[in-house]
């Protein structure tokens, strides 16, 4: 009998006028103009008033068939309530049959800016079989029906998608983070990512793992999207691995995307320039991809190739053909006497598998000029874009080496657009461009470029183990001759500092600081038009009782100030505590 159980309880008490955003109450009723607070700027979830608790409780009861073929069913209970935008965006995941970014009705959890307790109150728990399994007792092959996570994935095909909460960590990390990862228990729920509903089976034969996947993804009761894949990955020797996977996507109903060659293309005018929109009626797309990770010369390379062809119903330009996109990617690594050396270069189409997925809810994020490096509201991408995104190409260079005592890690990369964002682009379909506005020219236009900058710094003397992390992203377009205001000029600096310790073999413990900040002006010529700084401070505990079960206590005070996110509108100032606890059992 195999039990998991956890409980996630927070506590946010934030005060100051950016706790109730301008743009709130529009954004609550599908404005395509998002907050700009109040949300924590490291995990991008949002900071309201309230506080909820969420639990689950799951029962792995296995029948071993025979000596060879074991059978396991998974069925729990989950209760959520609380405030819906504290306990949906923090903590552990919420059970599937409960989950709203799933899809699921039993609680409904609309953007919401509580300024009290109990401003957004949800209730509701549910009894559920979960998952069946049929399973080779040697691991050499599975059946998976229900609720359950892919065997294996080749991540730039089919990704699933991420998880919407922000768990618990000991120490916070930055957006881009290159650093040691945080420290503790480590018996938390992984892979943190949502489940896909439906069947997954896959066998090892030799050296080579295969699987088939046909699953519904997080989406809306109106427009529901399924994905069909098959993956194998082939391990040759203990140094070179083959890759490879085709997945089908199918996704049917509204969706309104920040895209302009959908129905009705739509431009909306905000605080940081011309927001677009346009309406898709279904979906369809498929996937492709190779890849190797093999040693020559020395080093080590990855390398690969991805193709993807996607169709879209109700697209303002008909197409009798699906419009196709490319990604490609290499890796080369080298080991010297003294520290190591990568280099990466990429090209990410922007019609590289360019499908806009909502999720079950419509979720509370917050504007795009605050938070770079994201997928567009309310929805994710079919692939994985948490390094590069669409429509970019550049490359990266990244080392590692000691200075005495202290573990230094450096990475810089410059990305480029490969296609500027104007009128004929932005009416082809499947262009996506996740960060720079539309420009207002029929042709040409101008091409923005990205700069990253990250380092990491870790020390272990005997009193703990002291970490510094540290990014730098500047985002820049220059403007079209004749529309000053297209310009965008963004910087996103920041830090966290962090001193952390076992106390004894069962508790952990960590304090320390952090600072993120944006700067500059968003498609917008004069003065700065968004200016925000979030300063945080935290202390946390994690004690393992045993080897299946972790507590985690952490408190952090946020202080987030700047410039108001509306031309003459109320200051986003904001501050407060946050507590958070946790409670895993796994056997």
């Keep these: ?73 998974s069925a729990g209970y989950g209760t959520v309530g609380g405030s819906g935008n504290v306990v949906s965006y923090w903590g552990d995941s919420i059970m599937p049959t409960l989950n709203p970014h799933l899809g699921m009705r039993v609680v409904s959890v609309p953007p919401a800016f509580p300024t009290h307790n109990g401003g957004d109150a949800i209730q509701g728990s549910r009894v559920s079989i979960l998952s069946g399994s049929v399973l080779m007792h040697d691991g050499s092959g599975g059946l998976n029906v229900g609720w359950f996570d892919p065997h294996q994935t080749v991540s730039f095909v089919f990704a699933p998608p991420p998880w919407t909460n922000t768990p618990a960590r000991l120490v916070p990390t930055l957006p881009e983070n290159i650093g040691e990862k945080s420290p503790g228990a480590d018996i938390g729920f992984q892979p943190q ?164 997925l909502p999720y079950g809810m419509t979720e509370n994020v917050w504007d795009i000029a605050y938070a770079p490096r994201t997928w567009f509201n309310n929805a994710y991408q079919f692939v994985d874009n948490s390094r590069f995104g669409s429509n970019r190409q550049g490359v990266r260079l990244s080392s590692n ?69 540290f990014s730098d992203m500047t985002m820049f377009r220059a403007a079209t001759i004749g529309n000053p205001g297209e310009a965008i000029s963004m910087d996103y600096p920041g830090v966290i500092v962090a001193l952390s310790r076992p106390i004894n073999q069962r508790l952990f413990g960590a304090v320390g600081g952090g600072r993120f900040a944006l700067a500059g002006s968003y498609d917008n010529i004069g003065a700065p038009n968004a200016d925000l700084v979030e300063n945080m401070v935290f202390v946390g505990a994690e004690f393992r009782s045993n080897a299946t079960s972790e507590y985690h206590l952490q408190y952090r005070i946020y202080d987030v100030y700047g410039s108001p996110t509306t031309f003459g509108g109320p200051s986003p100032n904001f501050h407060g505590p946050q507590i958070i606890f946790e409670q895993i059992f796994k056997t």
């Design 1 to 73: 009998m195999g039990i998991d159980s956890y409980t996630s309880a927070i506590n946010e008490q934030m005060v100051g006028p950016g706790i109730s955003p301008p743009q709130g109450a529009g954004f609550a009723l599908g404005s395509p103009i998002a907050p700009g607070t109040p949300y924590d700027f490291l995990s991008r979830s949002p900071l309201v008033t309230g506080e909820g608790i969420h639990q689950a409780f799951t029962l792995k009861p296995t029948y071993a068939v025979s000596s060879s073929v074991d059978v396991t069913l």
């Design 193 to 356: 990512i949502l489940p896909l509903q439906g069947i997954g089976a896959w066998a090892k034969v030799h050296n080579a793992i295969v699987e088939v996947t046909d699953g519904e993804l997080p989406s809306a009761y109106t427009s529901p999207a399924r994905v069909a894949s098959a993956s194998l990955v082939v391990t040759n020797g203990s140094q070179i691995t083959y890759s490879g996977e085709i997945a089908n996507l199918t996704q049917a109903g509204p969706t309104v995307a920040p895209v302009l060659y959908g129905t009705v293309p739509t431009t909306t005018l905000s605080a940081q320039g011309l927001l677009p929109t346009s309406t898709l009626f279904g979906q369809r797309m498929t996937v492709a991809g190779i890849g190797a990770v093999f040693p020559a010369f020395d080093s080590d390379f990855d390398v690969r190739a991805g193709f993807s062809c996607y169709a879209a119903a109700g697209a303002a330009v008909a197409s009798s053909t699906c419009t196709t996109g490319t990604y490609l990617y290499g890796k080369a690594h080298h080991g010297f006497s003294a520290f190591d050396l990568g280099l990466e270069v990429f090209r990410f189409g922007a019609q590289y598998a360019p499908a806009i």
């Design 401 to 469: 080496f000691l200075v005495g005592p202290v573990e230094v890690r450096l990475s810089g990369g410059i990305y480029g657009q490969i296609q500027p964002y104007n009128a004929a682009n932005a009416a082809q379909v499947g262009f996506v461009e996740p960060y720079f506005t539309p420009q207002l020219t029929a042709a040409g236009g101008t091409l923005g470029t990205e700069r990253h900058l990250d380092a990491s710094f870790a020390w272990h003397p005997k009193f703990a183990d002291v970490r510094v992390d």
